[in-house]
């Protein structure tokens, strides 16, 4: 693995190792016995975009393990007066160990990686959020012990995080249905990358029949970053796809509800659901901390 772009440039082995990875570095963290594992390692952060959970945990992440990081917005770096991105990608990869991006566009995270001479993250763009998948998939393995055979459920718009989703179910072997209205679908190529790996996707506008049976419901907000114009749209047609407990009264009885956040009760999912016991929304936010930091001991340390 040279870079994280997309969720399939992981094979299924190199998923399992960075869950382990993980789990470890978690266990270690609560007993307060990190080490200085990326010492005189340097991040830099190329964020285009506002952040809660990413910025602070790959932050805290380089911290934790004697590196340091280096926030950049678009209003920091020379590419908002012009400079190029080839330029700007050549010009950080001889400062710091990786670079990770989060982005408007796809285009750009590929063009970043294509002149860094470092390892790229891609920590969000508009079609894959790779990271954020990584950290539910531990999250599930937590507390499923296991991918094989379950039943991953998406309801709502069929955006970023669904594609790597899809991509994460595919390589790791549970079977995902997507729950969308007409219009909201995932990225046709990815659904077509992730059927030739094998995976078992269903795309459907029904959110009662795909939940039935589910082991895990997962949803994100209806009006994404970059969708700001599109809201009353977007609430009127995604107004039946809520996970609610009448949705979630048709999934298994140990089912696990994750939302990736920010979350906007009433909307997208239910104050009883996001609220409720089912609900491991904080544990998957937390583990967004222990996979990155797997990551990049994995590219850099």
Request: hydrophobic share 40%; with cysteine.
């Amino acid at each position: 693995m040279r870079h994280l772009i997309s969720f399939a440039d992981l094979t299924h082995d190199e998923v399992i190792e960075l869950l382990d990875m993980a789990e470890d570095l978690k266990e270690k963290r609560a007993r307060g016995k990190l080490t200085d594992l990326l010492k005189n390692r340097s991040l830099a952060m190329l964020f285009e975009k506002s952040s809660t959970r990413t910025r602070v945990s790959f932050e805290v992440s380089m911290a934790d393990l004697g590196g340091q990081s280096i926030f950049l917005s678009s209003r920091d770096i020379q590419v908002g007066r012009g400079e190029s991105i080839a330029d700007t990608a050549v010009v950080l990869s001889r400062y710091v160990h990786c670079i990770t991006a989060r982005v408007n566009k796809h285009s750009t995270i590929l063009e970043i990686a294509a002149h860094s001479s470092v390892p790229v993250i891609n920590a969000l763009s508009d079609v894959e959020h790779p990271c954020q998948i990584l950290s539910d998939l531990l999250t599930i393995r937590e507390y499923k012990n296991h991918f094989d055979g379950l039943k991953y459920v998406w309801v709502g718009d069929g955006n970023n995080v669904c594609n790597s989703a899809i991509l994460g179910c595919a390589i790791v072997g549970m079977q995902m249905v997507v729950a969308c209205p007409p219009g909201y679908e995932p990225d046709e190529k990815i659904v077509k990358q992730a059927r030739e790996l094998g995976g078992d996707i269903t795309i459907t506008d029904d959110p009662f029949e795909a939940a039935k049976g589910a082991d895990v419901l997962y949803t994100d907000v209806w009006v994404s970053m970059g969708d700001e114009d599109q809201v009353e749209k977007r609430l009127k047609d995604l107004k039946d796809y809520q996970i609610n407990a009448e949705l979630l009264g048709l999934a298994k009885s140990d089912a696990i509800v994750m939302h990736c956040m920010p979350a906007h009760r009433g909307q997208e999912i239910s104050a009883e659901v996001m609220d409720g016991p089912h609900s491991v929304v904080y544990d998957q936010a937390e583990n967004r901390l222990h996979a990155q930091k797997a990551l990049l001991m994995k590219l850099i340390g």
